[in-house]
């Protein structure tokens, strides 16, 4: 049996997934578009913006009605939060509203580029893990900070690629590494993603997953990017796992060049 084939799947707070891939609910033209590109991509972690998503109302389209909560893993997040105490605020409603109690923490500081604010994500980190949720947190590519972030608890480092919503691609492969390679937590690169070769190098540099909504999203044909992504996701595991070859400085001819007829 090949390496990949007995590929341990990916565990995050004790939930096992098989897909390393998770998307999330923005942008889509429709409820029923987010469903198809879902089922498209593979994925079993679906991310809800809480202040967006309808989940209570049955008089308005409500996500729950596509895509069900029984079959995918909710995680919601505290998009559009800018102070750690709205960010908590938001979770402990949908602990409420959902019993959810795994939670993908963003606490963003200009509305500009959306970065984290990392000071602010990891106080409210701390405070969440004080009140028992399990924090997947979203956060700059900084490995100082990304190690504070697991010391605190956090169950997975979520670091971007690029700015939310920009499709750049991984902008600091080296920072995105040295995360990896110091942190014993799931890392799972959130945002930036463009397209399927942007998630195939997040995997092989090594990364334990990948979460977008972007690229798929605002694809021209969503679904077909969903099942991309899902394809691109596995295909850089699998890269990551059987190892590149070494990368050389001169042609090394793939057929002897001495013994010739
Ligand atoms: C942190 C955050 O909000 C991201 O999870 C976002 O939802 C996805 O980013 P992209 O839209 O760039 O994929």
Redesign the pocket.
């Given at each position: 049996m090949t390496q990949a084939m007995t590929d341990k799947p990916l565990v995050v707070a004790g939930r096992t997934l098989t897909s390393r891939l998770i998307i999330?609910t923005?942008?889509y033209a429709s409820y029923e578009q987010n469903a198809r590109a879902l089922e498209a991509s593979g994925a079993e972690m679906i991310?809800v913006?809480l202040r967006r998503v309808n989940l209570s109302d049955p008089s308005e389209p409500r996500l729950v009605d596509f895509i069900d909560p029984e079959k995918y893993i909710f995680l919601p997040?505290t998009?559009g939060c800018f102070t750690g105490e709205d960010a908590v605020r938001t979770l402990r409603l949908a602990r409420e509203a959902g019993g959810w109690s795994l939670v993908?923490l963003?606490v963003?500081s200009d509305p500009k580029h959306?970065y984290?604010d990392m000071a602010e994500t990891l106080r409210a980190a701390e405070m969440l893990i004080r009140e028992g949720f399990d924090v997947m947190v979203?956060c700059s590519d900084d490995p100082v900070y990304a190690r504070r972030l697991e010391e605190v608890g956090c169950c997975a480092i979520?670091p971007?690629?690029?700015?939310?919503?920009?499709?750049l691609g991984i902008q600091n492969p080296v920072n995105i590494r040295l995360i990896i390679e110091q942190s014993s937590v799931p890392v799972i690169v959130?945002?930036?993603?463009?397209t399927a070769s942007d998630a195939t190098v997040a995997m092989e540099l090594g990364c334990d997953g990948v979460?977008?909504?972007?690229?798929?999203?605002e694809a021209k044909d969503p679904i077909l990017m969903a099942s991309a992504m899902k394809h691109a996701v596995i295909a850089g595991r699998q890269s990551y796992l059987a190892g590149r070859m070494p990368k050389k400085r001169y042609a090394d001819a793939s057929s002897p060049l001495f013994g010739l007829i």
């Open positions: 999330g923005g942008k991310t913006a997040n998009a993908k963003e963003l959306l984290p979203y979520m971007l690629g690029a700015p939310i919503g920009s499709g959130d945002a930036g993603v463009g979460l977008m909504n972007t690229a798929i999203a």
